[in-house]
Nanobody, 126 residues
């Protein structure tokens, strides 16, 4: 039905802006009804929710990232872009995009997704 494909630079230097893209393949009627989230996994902290966006333009951000992250759907509603500014080696992680049908009112709720991508590894060099 829906497949998500993440892409990113692989390696980025500290203080730079990390840009990640998630392409959603599949039934448009499904994609339009879902929120797309970026979630990352690190060995030390486990899963961390970063931000979510709906095709309507509605966005939600984790308090831990709201000051340096921005998320958006493209106008053709085919992919979601995440920008994470001022990265440090602590941002080294496996980054996933995911689709969730309902907007969550809690941070933990954003981990309950209907579709997940396979993830893209990002390493931040010091």
């Amino acid at each position: 039905q829906v497949q998500l494909q993440e892409s990113g630079p692989g390696l980025v230097s500290s203080s730079q802006t990390l840009t990640l893209t998630c392409i959603a393949h599949g039934a448009r009627r499904i994609i339009e009804r879902h929120y797309c989230s970026w979630i990352r996994q690190t060995p030390g902290k486990g899963l961390e929710w970063i931000a979510s966006a709906h095709v309507s333009g509605m966005t939600d951000y984790s308090p831990d990232f709201k000051n340096r992250a921005s998320i958006s759907w493209d106008t053709a509603q085919t992919h979601v872009t995440l920008h994470l500014r001022s990265v440090t080696p602590n941002d080294t992680a496996l980054y996933y995009c995911a689709l969730k049908k309902d907007r969550s009112t809690t941070v933990s709720g954003w981990f309950d997704n209907n579709y997940w991508g396979r993830g893209t590894q990002v390493t931040v060099s010091s």
